[in-house]
């Protein structure tokens, strides 16, 4: 039987809606994200641990309602006027708190793109009152908005998101791999992304097959098997 080695290839992200595996704990965001229209105030926060598929859902959205993607931590550098009346989706909004130029930028950005029509998602990993932004302003339009949460993974959804981060690695690994990991990995988005970056560099160090034998190795090595 052929071995499947594993190269050092470029992660090549999916992000399109036929990649987004829809499960208990994020239905209702998907659900929220296809009724966009119809959003209250025409703005929604989208909030989720790290590795949840936040990032992958603002791009969903972004396809469907031909948004643009900003990154938080970017807008200091943009002008807000030329994203009045567009569609935005404005990433990791709870990074800027005490950058008072991103924020200033958040507050005008917020109100040039409603005010002309447009609509906006927010996404972030804790709610708007857990941001501790400075500016009050802004922190009253954000706690204002209607919010949808993604909650940590069942064990489908866990199984899908180690599936499509080994895909995203150019590596397809066997059903069986993927029961084992899911068995025995904290059940979190953060610990499949790291588990999956762990046993690419090991098959690449040790020109091993990713495999349940390998990850079993890993696992040891870092304690985390029971």
């Known amino acids: 039987m052929a071995r499947q080695l594993t190269f050092d290839l470029p992660l090549r992200e999916a992000r399109g809606r036929g990649d987004f595996f829809v499960s208990d704990s994020n239905a209702a965001a998907m659900a929220a994200l296809d009724a966009w229209q119809g959003w209250p105030a025409r703005k929604l926060v989208l909030t989720g641990p790290e590795g949840a598929g936040k990032s ?7 396809d469907m309602a031909g948004a643009q993607v900003i990154a938080a931590r970017d807008l200091a550098a943009l002008d807000p006027a030329s994203l009045a009346g567009g569609n935005v989706a404005l990433e990791d909004a709870d990074r800027i708190a005490g950058d ?5 930028a958040a507050f005008h950005l917020h109100n040039l793109v409603l005010a002309e029509g447009g609509s906006l998602l927010v996404t972030a990993t804790t709610p708007p009152s857990r941001w501790g932004l400075a ?24 199984a899908a998101v180690l599936v499509k981060l080994f895909a995203d690695r150019q590596i397809d690994p066997p059903e069986t791999l993927i029961r084992y990991l899911a068995d025995r990995i904290e059940r979190s988005f953060a ?15 040790e020109g091993k097959p990713v495999s349940r034998d390998l990850a079993r190795q890993v696992l ?3 304690g985390d098997l029971f």
């Open 56 to 62: 992958h859902l603002a791009q969903v959205w972004a």
């Open 100 to 104: 008072a130029a991103a924020e200033q």
């Open 135 to 158: 500016l009050p302003d802004l922190a009253s339009r954000m706690e204002g908005a209607p919010m949808v949460a993604i909650a940590p993974p069942d064990e489908a959804l866990l």
């Open 191 to 205: 610990a499949a992304r790291d588990i999956v970056a762990a046993l690419d560099a090991a098959a690449l160090a």
């Open 220 to 222: 040891e090595r870092q």
